[in-house]
């Protein structure tokens, strides 16, 4: 296992998935408060949002593992 790629696609990870998410919930937050839909709906928007946010980081883990493998290529004989 490659462990500084390892810490920088974490770390990196932990950094845009904080900004993602909160941008999900605050997104779900103020599209039912603009529109006044109620709790309900908002936290459904929440709900969605999140869930396009979840796949947002799926697709960057999978680039960012392309671009810096965790694992070490096989050695040659």
Do not use: C, K, Y
């Given at each position: 296992?490659?462990?500084?790629?390892?810490?920088?696609?974490?770390?990196?990870?932990?950094?845009?998935?904080?900004?993602?998410?909160?941008?999900?919930?605050?997104?779900?937050w103020a599209l039912a408060g603009?529109?006044?839909?109620?709790?309900r709906v908002g936290h459904v928007?929440?709900?969605?949002?999140?869930?396009?946010?979840?796949?947002?980081?799926?697709?960057?883990?999978r680039r960012a593992t392309s671009?810096?493998?965790?694992?070490?290529?096989?050695?040659?004989?």
């Amino acid at each position: 296992m490659n462990g500084r790629n390892a810490i920088t696609i974490i770390s990196m990870m932990v950094l845009v998935g904080t900004e993602v998410f909160a941008v999900a919930i605050a997104a779900g937050w103020a599209l039912a408060g603009i529109f006044d839909l109620g709790e309900r709906v908002g936290h459904v928007l929440m709900g969605v949002f999140s869930l396009f946010a979840a796949w947002i980081m799926l697709q960057l883990w999978r680039r960012a593992t392309s671009i810096e493998p965790l694992r070490a290529p096989a050695a040659h004989r």
